[in-house]
Nanobody, 123 residues
Framework: QVQLVESGGGLVQAGGSLRLSCAAS????????MGWFRQTPGKEREFVAA????????NYADSVKGRFTISRDNAKNTVFLQMNNLKPEDTAVYYC????????????????WGQGAQVTVSS
């Protein structure tokens, strides 16, 4: 079993930046990929970005391409989400998750989730 702990959320003005971190522990070698999803009240969880653990292949939602960057530190078992040029519509709870296999863009591929980190972007 993999355990995930997120950090780095907060309040930022539009145009600002934040970096989320997700530290993994436990049976980390079983992961195929790590992903970030976000959710706002009354809406389904939305794919944001993902990275395969072995080769570092990345995938982004169209809404964040060019603004967000996902990366990983294999030695520290940590994945990051650098968020630049944030917009009010990016406001959500962001969840880190671990997938056992593809496809990485759907939440059903992920079997372990973090507790969530609130990101609030003011206009």
């Amino acid at each position: 079993q993999v355990q995930l702990v997120e950090s780095g959320g907060g309040l930022v003005q539009a145009g600002g930046s934040l970096r989320l971190s997700c530290a993994a522990s436990g049976r980390t070698f079983t992961r195929y990929a790590m992903g970030w999803f976000r959710q706002t009240p009354g809406k389904e969880r939305e794919f944001v970005a993902a990275i395969t653990w072995r080769f570092g292949n990345t995938n982004y939602a169209d809404s964040v391409k060019g603004r967000f960057t996902i990366s990983r530190d294999n030695a520290k078992n940590t994945v990051f989400l650098q968020m630049n040029n944030l917009k009010p519509e990016d406001t959500a709870v962001y969840y880190c998750a671990a997938a056992l296999g593809p496809p990485v863009v759907v939440s059903t591929s992920y079997n372990t989730w973090g507790q969530g980190a609130q990101v609030t972007v003011s206009s």
